[in-house]
C-alpha cells in the first residue's frame, strides 16, 4: 500500500486540529468556566507537546520503525481527543490536549520520514507540495468544519470527531510498509534533555504573561529549561547517535529554509489563533461564521503550495520564491493594523490573503527543498526538526501573543479585565473594552511583522550563502 494517502490523510488532521481548536475556545472556557492562561492552554499545550515530541519521535522513527511510530502517534492522538472530549474541567482538558500534541508530534514526523524514504527526485519534491497542500485544506477547513461541527453538536463532540478520525488512520497505517535506519542505539539521555529543555522553556514563556517574569517559578522553569539545553547541546556531540545531529544544524543551506518555516509560522498563527475570537466579540458572529471568515486566511494556504512547486519545477528559483513568500508574510501582518470592530472582516481582507498566500507558497516548498539536503538516514531526524520548529513557533507565537495582548490590555483596563476581555468576556459596558482590544491587536501586530522581517533577513544570509558555498564545493 502507498504511503502517501495514508500520510496526507494524517497531515490533514492534524492541521485541522491545529486551526479548528481555536474556535471552540469561547465555548471550552464557557462550560468549564475558564479564562486567561488555563485555557490558552487548550492550545498551547497542544503545541508545546508537539513541539518537544517531534525531533524525539523522528529520530525514534529512524531507528525503531517508521510505520511503528506513525502507527502508535495515530492511537495516542485519538486517545487526547477523546480525553477532551469528556474533559470535566479546565485541568483535564489542557493534559488531553498534550497527549495529543504527543501524538500528532509522531505523525507529522514519522509521516514526513516515510515519504523521504519512500520517494526520491521529482517525485519526493511532489509528494512534499502535496503534503503541503493537504496541511493547507486542513489549516482551511479546520476553523470552518470546526465551528460547524460545535454548531451541530457542541465542543465536546466536535472532538470525538477527531478521536474517530485518528483511529481510522491508525488502522490504514498498519498496511503500510515499514522503513529504518539500520544500526545505532537510542540516545536515551538526549531524548530526556530535548524534551525536558523544550518544555520548561516554553512552561516558562507561556505563564509568564499571567505570572508576571520575575514569579519564581517562571524564572526556575526558565533556568532549568536554559541548563537542560546546554546539556543537551554537550551531549549531541559524543553521541553515537545523536537525537540531533550537529551535522545538520551546521548546514547552512537546511538550516535557512527550516528558519523560513519558522518565520511564516510566526507571520500566520498568531492571526489564525486569535482572531476568530477578536471576530465573535468584536463583530458578534457566531463560531460557525467567524469559521466561514477565517477562509480568507486559510484558502490560499490550500492552493498555493501545489502552484509554488510547479513553478520550481520550471525553473523558478526557490529561493527567490521563499523570499518573496516572507515579504508577505511581513507585510501583511502589518497591514493588519487596520483592523477595528467595524466591518472588519472587510478592512481586514487583503492583508489576510497576503499572509495566506506567503504561508501556502512556503508550505509548498520548504519541506522539500530542506530535505533535500540531508543524507537518507537522517531524513526522520530532518523532518522532526523541521516539524518541531513548526511546533515551538506555535507554541512561542500563542505565548508572545497572548502576552502582547494581555499586557496592552491591562495597560487600559487592569489585569483581571485584561484577561477576561481578551477571552472574549466582556462587561455590559463593552465599547471602552473594545476599543482597548482592538488597540492591543493593533500594536501586537506591529511587533509580529517587525519580528517576521528581521527573521527573513536572516533567512535571505543563510540560503544566499548557502547555495554559494554549495556551488564552490
Same mark, same amino acid.
Given at each position: 500500500?502507498?504511503?502517501?494517502?495514508?500520510?496526507?490523510?494524517?497531515?490533514?488532521?492534524?492541521?485541522?486540529?491545529?486551526?479548528?481548536?481555536?474556535?471552540?475556545?469561547?465555548?471550552?472556557?464557557?462550560?468549564?468556566?475558564?479564562?486567561?492562561?488555563?485555557?490558552?492552554?487548550?492550545?498551547?499545550?497542544?503545541?508545546?507537546?508537539?513541539?518537544?515530541?517531534?525531533?524525539?519521535?523522528?529520530?525514534?522513527?529512524?531507528?525503531?520503525?517508521?510505520?511503528?511510530?506513525?502507527?502508535?502517534?495515530?492511537?495516542?492522538?485519538?486517545?487526547?481527543?477523546?480525553?477532551?472530549?469528556?474533559?470535566?474541567?479546565?485541568?483535564?482538558?489542557?493534559?488531553?490536549?498534550?497527549?495529543?500534541?504527543?501524538?500528532?508530534?509522531?505523525?507529522?514526523?514519522?509521516?514526513?520520514?516515510?515519504?523521504?524514504?519512500?520517494?526520491?527526485?521529482?517525485?519526493?519534491?511532489?509528494?512534499?507540495?502535496?503534503?503541503?497542500?493537504?496541511?493547507?485544506?486542513?489549516?482551511?477547513?479546520?476553523?470552518?468544519?470546526?465551528?460547524?461541527?460545535?454548531?451541530?453538536?457542541?465542543?465536546?463532540?466536535?472532538?470525538?470527531?477527531?478521536?474517530?478520525?485518528?483511529?481510522?488512520?491508525?488502522?490504514?497505517?498498519?498496511?503500510?510498509?515499514?522503513?529504518?535506519?539500520?544500526?545505532?542505539?537510542?540516545?536515551?539521555?538526549?531524548?530526556?534533555?530535548?524534551?525536558?529543555?523544550?518544555?520548561?522553556?516554553?512552561?516558562?514563556?507561556?505563564?509568564?504573561?499571567?505570572?508576571?517574569?520575575?514569579? !519564581? /517559578?517562571? @524564572?526556575?522553569?526558565?533556568?532549568?529549561? +536554559? $541548563? =537542560?539545553?546546554?546539556?543537551?547541546?554537550? %551531549?549531541?556531540? *559524543?553521541?553515537?547517535?545523536?537525537?540531533?545531529?550537529?551535522?545538520?544544524?551546521?548546514?547552512?543551506?537546511?538550516?535557512?529554509?527550516?528558519?523560513?518555516?519558522?518565520?511564516?509560522?510566526?507571520?500566520?498563527?498568531?492571526?489564525?489563533?486569535?482572531?476568530?475570537?477578536?471576530?465573535?466579540?468584536?463583530?458578534?458572529?457566531?463560531?460557525?461564521?467567524?469559521?466561514?471568515?477565517?477562509?480568507?486566511?486559510?484558502?490560499?494556504?490550500?492552493?498555493?503550495?501545489?502552484?509554488?512547486?510547479?513553478?520550481?519545477?520550471?525553473?523558478?528559483? !526557490? /529561493?527567490? @520564491?521563499?523570499?518573496?513568500?516572507?515579504? +508577505? $508574510? =511581513?507585510?501583511?501582518?502589518?497591514?493588519? %493594523?487596520?483592523? *477595528?470592530?467595524?466591518?472588519?472582516?472587510?478592512?481586514?481582507?487583503?492583508?489576510?490573503?497576503?499572509?495566506?498566500?506567503?504561508?501556502?507558497?512556503?508550505?509548498?516548498?520548504?519541506?522539500?527543498?530542506?530535505?533535500?539536503?540531508?543524507?537518507?538516514?537522517?531524513?526522520?531526524?530532518?523532518?522532526?526538526?523541521?516539524?518541531?520548529?513548526?511546533?515551538?513557533?506555535?507554541?512561542?507565537?500563542?505565548?508572545?501573543?497572548?502576552?502582547?495582548?494581555?499586557?496592552?490590555?491591562?495597560?487600559?483596563?487592569?489585569?483581571?479585565?485584561?484577561?477576561?476581555?481578551?477571552?472574549?468576556?466582556?462587561?455590559?459596558?463593552?465599547?471602552?473594552?473594545?476599543?482597548?482590544?482592538?488597540?492591543?491587536?493593533?500594536?501586537?501586530?506591529?511587533?509580529?511583522?517587525?519580528?517576521?522581517?528581521?527573521?527573513?533577513?536572516?533567512?535571505?544570509?543563510?540560503?544566499?550563502?548557502?547555495?554559494?558555498?554549495?556551488?564552490?564545493?
Amino acid at each position: 500500500m502507498s504511503a502517501l494517502p495514508v500520510v496526507l490523510t494524517a497531515v490533514v488532521l492534524v492541521a485541522m486540529s491545529i486551526s479548528g481548536t481555536a474556535v471552540a475556545l469561547p465555548s471550552i472556557g464557557k462550560e468549564l468556566d475558564a479564562s486567561g492562561s488555563p485555557l490558552n492552554w487548550v492550545v498551547a499545550g497542544y503545541n508545546l507537546a508537539f513541539a518537544a515530541m517531534t525531533l524525539v519521535a523522528g529520530s525514534t522513527a529512524d531507528r525503531i520503525g517508521r510505520r511503528r511510530v506513525f502507527v502508535v502517534s495515530a492511537v495516542t492522538f485519538a486517545i487526547g481527543f477523546l480525553g477532551t472530549a469528556l474533559s470535566p474541567s479546565i485541568l483535564v482538558a489542557d493534559v488531553a490536549r498534550i497527549v495529543s500534541g504527543a501524538g500528532g508530534a509522531g505523525l507529522m514526523a514519522a509521516g514526513g520520514a516515510l515519504l523521504a524514504s519512500s520517494y526520491d527526485g521529482p517525485a519526493r519534491n511532489r509528494a512534499f507540495a502535496l503534503m503541503g497542500t493537504v496541511a493547507g485544506v486542513g489549516i482551511a477547513i479546520g476553523p470552518s468544519l470546526s465551528g460547524l461541527l460545535i454548531t451541530a453538536t457542541g465542543w465536546r463532540g466536535s472532538f470525538v470527531v477527531f478521536a474517530c478520525l485518528g483511529l481510522l488512520v491508525a488502522v490504514g497505517a498498519t498496511r503500510l510498509q515499514e522503513s529504518r535506519t539500520l544500526g545505532g542505539s537510542a540516545d536515551w539521555l538526549g531524548s530526556l534533555l530535548f524534551v525536558l529543555a523544550l518544555s520548561v522553556l516554553m512552561y516558562g514563556v507561556l505563564e509568564a504573561p499571567g505570572l508576571g517574569w520575575g514569579h !519564581p /517559578r517562571v @524564572l526556575v522553569a526558565l533556568v532549568v529549561g +536554559l $541548563v =537542560a539545553l546546554v546539556a543537551f547541546a554537550a %551531549v549531541q556531540r *559524543r553521541s553515537a547517535s545523536p537525537v540531533l545531529a550537529p551535522s545538520l544544524t551546521a548546514n547552512r543551506g537546511f538550516l535557512g529554509w527550516s528558519l523560513a518555516t519558522l518565520t511564516t509560522s510566526i507571520g500566520f498563527l498568531g492571526v489564525l489563533v486569535f482572531l476568530p475570537t477578536y471576530l465573535q466579540v468584536a463583530s458578534g458572529l457566531s463560531p460557525a461564521v467567524a469559521g466561514v471568515a477565517m477562509l480568507l486566511l486559510t484558502t490560499p494556504v490550500l492552493v498555493m503550495p501545489l502552484t509554488a512547486v510547479s513553478l520550481v519545477n520550471r525553473g523558478v528559483s !526557490p /529561493r527567490l @520564491l521563499i523570499l518573496a513568500a516572507l515579504a +508577505l $508574510v =511581513a507585510g501583511g501582518n502589518l497591514w493588519m %493594523v487596520v483592523l *477595528r470592530p467595524d466591518h472588519t472582516v472587510a478592512v481586514i481582507a487583503v492583508p489576510l490573503l497576503l499572509i495566506g498566500i506567503g504561508m501556502g507558497m512556503s508550505f509548498g516548498i520548504t519541506d522539500g527543498q530542506a530535505m533535500s539536503l540531508v543524507p537518507p538516514d537522517a531524513v526522520g531526524m530532518a523532518a522532526g526538526f523541521l516539524n518541531t520548529l513548526r511546533g515551538a513557533a506555535e507554541a512561542l507565537v500563542i505565548a508572545g501573543f497572548s502576552a502582547s495582548l494581555l499586557g496592552f490590555l491591562s495597560t487600559k483596563l487592569g489585569t483581571g479585565r485584561a484577561a477576561a476581555v481578551s477571552s472574549g468576556h466582556l462587561s455590559d459596558q463593552p465599547a471602552f473594552e473594545l476599543q482597548a482590544f482592538t488597540w492591543s491587536w493593533q500594536l501586537t501586530q506591529v511587533g509580529v511583522s517587525a519580528l517576521c522581517l528581521i527573521l527573513s533577513a536572516v533567512v535571505a544570509i543563510l540560503i544566499l550563502r548557502g547555495s554559494v558555498t554549495a556551488a564552490r564545493r
